[in-house]
């Protein structure tokens, strides 16, 4: 199993607000972590520190590899890969033509020998990617004529597409309904059980709850909870900050049902 990230004492400051204060979180290799907070609580910022969209203090070690110092592309050529909440995939490229836009990630020398024998043959990975997901069977299909869920699929299939040690994902499930949310949990838990380390952020507690190994809560840019599925869900800070009226109702969705 590998190393995985550890983000160690991530801070993030707009003037005087403190939108992520010192936030410790690990992510092993083959485990799906969830961080899940009211809005507002810094979940999207911790996501964009991290992958070093906007300054931060503290460390991120990827696998042993520091890469607290370097721009977002040099933190995505190491392997750390992000999802958007906003759906962009390319609708006047096939399925498998937006993941071979970013499986192939040719350096200098790569680049060269495409101009000279053209591009390289992207086609395995595409379809390996597709089929861990399910969606081989949409590989020459447009997205435009795809639902919001396989779009959604898709949008996930194509950060897969580039091999990342590390995917962070933020808010696949928006605007999913419950047979489409219920879907991408299980898939997501398929990508696990084949190694990778994979963060998700997302309000919907039936999948948070269901699918993550491990979940970080965030309240105010600060971790207020951490633990198992389990003792989040009856954890009295949780409830308190995030939950509320809906503990009932959280507590009542069955594992099973994913």
Same mark, same amino acid.
């Given at each position: 199993?590998?190393?995985?990230?550890?983000?160690?004492?991530?801070?993030?400051?707009?003037?005087?607000? $403190? %939108?992520?204060?010192?936030?410790?979180?690990?992510?092993?290799?083959?485990?799906?972590?969830?961080?899940?907070?009211?809005?507002?609580?810094?979940?999207?910022?911790?996501?964009?520190?991290?992958?070093?969209?906007?300054?931060?203090?503290?460390?991120?070690?990827?696998?042993?590899?520091?890469? =607290?110092?370097?721009?977002?592309?040099?933190?995505?050529?190491?392997?750390?890969?992000?999802?958007?909440? =906003?759906?962009?995939?390319?609708?006047?490229?096939?399925?498998?033509?937006?993941?071979?836009?970013? /499986?192939?990630?040719?350096?200098?020398?790569?680049?060269?020998?495409?101009?000279?024998?053209?591009? %390289?043959?992207?086609?395995?990975?595409?379809?390996?990617?597709?089929?861990?997901?399910?969606?081989?069977?949409?590989?020459?299909?447009?997205?435009?004529?795809?639902?919001?869920?396989?779009?959604?699929?898709?949008?996930? /299939?194509?950060?897969?597409?580039?091999?990342?040690?590390?995917?962070?994902?933020?808010?696949?499930?928006?605007?999913?309904?419950?047979?489409?949310?219920?879907?991408?949990?299980?898939?997501?838990?398929?990508?696990?059980?084949?190694?990778? %380390? !994979?963060?998700?952020?997302? $309000?919907? !507690?039936?999948?948070?709850?269901?699918?993550?190994?491990?979940?970080?809560?965030?309240?105010?840019?600060?971790?207020?909870?951490?633990?198992?599925?389990?003792?989040?869900?009856?954890?009295?800070?949780?409830?308190?900050?995030?939950?509320?009226? %809906?503990?009932?109702?959280?507590?009542?969705? =069955?594992?099973?049902?994913?």
């Amino acid at each position: 199993m590998s190393a995985g990230l550890q983000a160690k004492g991530i801070s993030v400051s707009f003037g005087g607000v $403190h %939108a992520v204060d010192n936030v410790d979180l690990e992510v092993e290799g083959g485990r799906l972590v969830g961080l899940i907070g009211p809005n507002g609580a810094g979940k999207t910022t911790f996501i964009d520190a991290i992958t070093g969209f906007v300054p931060a203090r503290g460390s991120v070690v990827l696998d042993d590899r520091d890469l =607290s110092k370097l721009p977002p592309h040099e933190r995505a050529r190491y392997g750390l890969a992000r999802t958007w909440q =906003s759906i962009e995939l390319f609708d006047d490229l096939t399925v498998g033509e937006n993941l071979a836009v970013c /499986a192939e990630r040719p350096g200098l020398w790569g680049t060269m020998k495409e101009l000279f024998a053209g591009p %390289a043959d992207a086609t395995s990975a595409v379809r390996e990617t597709l089929e861990v997901l399910g969606l081989d069977t949409l590989i020459d299909e447009s997205p435009a004529d795809l639902p919001q869920g396989q779009r959604k699929l898709v949008g996930v /299939a194509r950060a897969l597409a580039a091999k990342p040690r590390l995917l962070l994902l933020d808010e696949p499930a928006a605007g999913l309904d419950t047979s489409e949310t219920r879907e991408l949990g299980a898939r997501l838990r398929r990508v696990a059980e084949h190694g990778l %380390a !994979m963060l998700l952020i997302d $309000h919907d !507690m039936g999948l948070v709850l269901n699918v993550c190994d491990y979940i970080y809560v965030l309240d105010f840019g600060v971790v207020i909870a951490r633990g198992r599925p389990e003792e989040i869900r009856n954890d009295p800070k949780v409830i308190a900050a995030y939950l509320g009226s %809906a503990a009932t109702e959280v507590a009542d969705v =069955s594992a099973e049902a994913l």
